[in-house]
């Protein structure tokens, strides 16, 4: 089936400016999860949906970013005031529980957006 | 707070050879699980294993294999016979809780040369 699908691809922008990226997760998967991988380095966790509610935000740097996820399925990461400091990799992965109550830990990523804040 | 240590920054062996990647991680909690992504240079990250802390068996999947050891804190990936398809970023993480964040090393870069 499809896997996580991530939009825009990349996105350029100039300091200042407001950006929206947008992630669709696996048919079905009920958490959700943004993280940003700056260059040479390993992804680093941002929030965690768990249906329509953000379970986790400690990763959020600040309240320039926000997150939404309102039908419990697409999610919305939004960066207000953008910096070039937000230039980064932004990840979605899903993951859902398994069947016959076994619980699925594997996240599943999208190919990410490039966010290059000029 | 939990931490993923991958040491090796960059590998680069010649095909065929064996190849280990190191990972040693930090948590006070009893209960967590061990990933190993790989990131080719495509940019998508494609998970290879989960490890859960109560289960120390070593595992093998074709050309891979796992070894997980708590004495020591580290859960080792090691490739025998490379392969230039091999190439690629490996990435390490925990988990503390089902479902939750994902905690990644900073990654090794593997080149594997023909």
């Known amino acids: 089936g499809a896997g996580v699908s991530q939009t825009p691809s990349n996105k350029v922008t100039e300091k200042g400016k407001y950006v929206e990226l947008r992630c669709d997760p696996i048919?079905?998967?009920?958490?959700l999860y943004w993280y940003r991988q700056s260059l040479g380095q390993g992804p680093e966790f941002l929030i965690y949906?768990?249906?329509?509610?953000?379970?986790?935000d400690s990763g959020l740097p600040n309240d320039r970013f926000f997150a939404v996820r309102p039908e419990g399925s697409v999610s919305t990461l939004k960066i207000q005031r953008t910096e070039r400091g937000d230039s980064a990799v932004y990840l979605c992965?899903?993951?859902?529980?398994?069947?016959?109550?076994?619980?699925?830990?594997?996240?599943?990523f999208g190919p990410g957006t490039r966010l290059t804040v000029t | 707070a939990q931490k993923v240590t991958q040491a090796q920054t960059e590998i680069s062996v010649v095909e065929k050879e064996d190849v280990t990647l190191d990972c040693v991680y930090e948590?006070?909690?009893?209960?967590?699980?061990l990933f190993w992504y790989k990131q080719p240079p495509s940019g998508e990250l494609v998970f290879l294993i989960r490890?859960?802390?109560?289960?120390?068996q070593n595992e093998i999947s074709g050309r891979y294999s796992w070894n997980f050891q708590k004495s020591t804190s580290s859960f080792n990936f090691t490739i025998t016979a490379s392969q230039v398809v091999d190439s690629a970023v490996y990435f390490c993480?925990?988990?503390?809780?089902?479902?939750?964040?994902?905690?990644f090393g900073a990654g090794t870069i593997l080149r594997v040369k023909s």
């Open positions: 992965a899903s993951s859902s529980p398994g069947l016959a109550g076994e619980r699925a830990y594997e996240q599943y």
């Open positions: 048919s079905g998967h009920t958490a």
């Open positions: 949906f768990q249906g329509t509610g953000a379970a986790d």
């Open positions: 948590t006070r909690d009893t209960t967590y699980y």
């Open positions: 490890r859960n802390s109560f289960d120390e």
């Open positions: 993480a925990l988990s503390v809780r089902s479902g939750n964040k994902l905690v």
